[in-house]
């Protein structure tokens, strides 16, 4: 069974730092990647996601994410935080042809304005 | 906003009871998936409809069942309530072009609290 890994379960930041959440995953063969957000009070919503092409992808709200397949990972990155950016993150994984997503536990961030 | 709406927004309820969570899918989407999401967990698949019919099931056991309308919006019923069912419930549609269909961006509803006492 596959699984996802978010190993930074609480990020606090100030204003303008640079944020990279880690996300990996357990499936070897073919992959489709999806970061989520969940701001306060508000429903889940896609980031980003990665079917096939060029690994780095670019999302909303001026975050990006790369797949790197020998790492097993997809990092989420956003060069510059805004306090509005405080919401959990959640990383999904489809595997081997699956429709069903598995999700990670999700990551916390809060930024400082 | 997606265009998704969940009710009830909150629900408390007691052990062995039996509840029904609805969910109204974005116009123009056919499938649904619902997911359970324990406090401090990511969302974990429960099952989806496409056309009415069930899709494919996560590993949850047979009281949770459900159903789609021909309108595709769903309901998601729980008999005999444990206490671990205590959790937010959500609801997800999306336009798949056929039986699970990977390629589907799925938008999310703004999910039930259900409490199980």
């Known amino acids: 069974a596959q699984s996802v890994s978010q190993h930074n379960h609480h990020v606090i930041l100030s204003e303008a730092a640079s944020l990279e959440l880690g996300c990996n995953y357990s499936?070897?063969?073919?992959?489709?990647l999806f970061w989520y957000v969940q701001y306060p009070g508000q429903h889940l919503q896609l980031l980003l996601k990665?079917?096939?092409?060029?690994?780095l992808v670019k999302g909303i709200k001026g975050f990006e994410a790369e797949f790197i397949k020998s790492k097993f990972s997809f990092n989420l990155r956003k060069p510059s935080v805004q306090w509005s950016d405080t919401a959990e993150y959640f990383c999904a994984v489809r595997s081997g042809g699956s429709y069903i997503p598995t999700f990670g536990r999700g990551t916390s961030l809060i930024v400082h304005p | 906003e997606t265009g998704v709406t969940q009710s009830p927004t909150h629900l408390i309820k007691t052990r062995g009871q039996q509840v029904t969570l609805r969910c109204s899918s974005q116009s123009g989407h056919n499938t649904v998936s619902w997911y359970q999401q324990a406090l401090g967990q990511g969302p974990q698949f429960i099952f989806q409809y496409y056309r009415e019919e069930e899709n494919g099931r996560g590993n949850f056991p047979p009281r949770f069942s459900g159903l789609q309308f021909p309108n595709y919006s769903s309901e998601l019923n729980v008999n005999a309530l444990e206490l671990d069912d205590s959790a937010l419930y959500l609801c997800a549609s999306s336009s798949s072009s056929g039986v699970r269909s990977i390629t589907d961006t799925q938008y999310f509803g703004p999910g039930t609290r259900l409490t199980v006492l």
């Open positions: 499936y070897g063969g073919t992959v489709n």
């Open positions: 990665y079917f096939s092409g060029d690994p």
